[in-house]
């Protein structure tokens, strides 16, 4: 899986030739000035639920790609009013699409859509090929389901965690369920955007390495290969 973030909580996945596309906000967030949205290529766009901080691009790049969005039911009905192509899966739920298997996995958050309709409950997701797995946690609390997630999927190669507190965990919960979802590899992500998530990326390296584990910070634009 070839993995590249572009600021905030937005990735773009490379998994067996397909390019799916995690929760865009891109172009208002400033931080992410440097990606053209009209270059980004997607076959599929996860969202991990409502808020304008993942779903902000989510219309304009499905309308110009013909991009298939994944989330829960509610999302998916906001974004098939618009004319979007969805593929609406529920907490539990996994389906095998033809570049990989997708569980949509609980969350503790909030989840409503950017004009305040009703967004379903908030989720992230496991994503697992033949050789790869990958969670994503999207914006959420420590859970203790999380320790499920070992239990119910194959042994993760990566988790993206958000670290940046106030609206999600911080460093301390984080590097918990890095040790609640047994994964060693983490990218942090949800971080910087605002003021109130600003964190100190060397603190939070040094954080996961005292539990044995390798936490990569990906620069907006760059790609980690896992
Ligand atoms: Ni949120
Ligand atoms: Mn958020």
């Not at 590899?185 to 964190?199: A, E, G, L, W």
């Amino acid at each position: 899986m070839k993995i590249r973030f572009l600021g905030h909580a937005s990735f773009l996945i490379e998994i067996n030739n397909k390019k799916v596309l995690i929760d865009p906000f891109i172009k208002g967030n400033p931080l992410a000035a440097s990606i053209d949205i009209n270059t980004i290529d997607a076959d599929y766009v996860l969202l991990t639920h409502g808020h304008g901080d993942h779903v902000a691009d989510a219309e304009e790049i499905c309308k110009r790609t013909g991009a298939t969005i994944i989330s829960n039911f509610e999302v998916c009905n906001w974004f098939q009013d618009k004319g979007l192509s969805c593929h609406a899966l529920n907490h539990g739920g996994k389906f095998k699409f033809d570049f990989a298997t997708i569980k949509y996995v609980m969350a503790t958050h909030t989840s409503s859509m950017p004009d305040g309709s009703y967004g379903g409950n908030p989720g992230g997701f496991v994503i697992w090929t033949e050789t790869e797995c990958l969670y994503i946690a999207g914006d959420t609390g420590l859970t203790m389901d999380m320790k499920l997630i070992p239990m119910l999927c194959p042994k993760l190669s990566a988790a993206i965690l958000p670290v940046g507190d106030n609206f999600t965990m911080g460093i301390e919960e984080a590097v918990m369920a890095a040790e609640f979802v047994e994964c060693d590899k983490i990218i942090p992500c949800h971080f910087d955007t605002m003021p109130q998530i600003k964190v100190d990326k060397d603190k939070v390296i040094q954080a996961f390495k005292e539990k044995g584990k390798e936490c990569l910070f990906i620069e907006i634009g760059d790609t980690l290969e896992v």
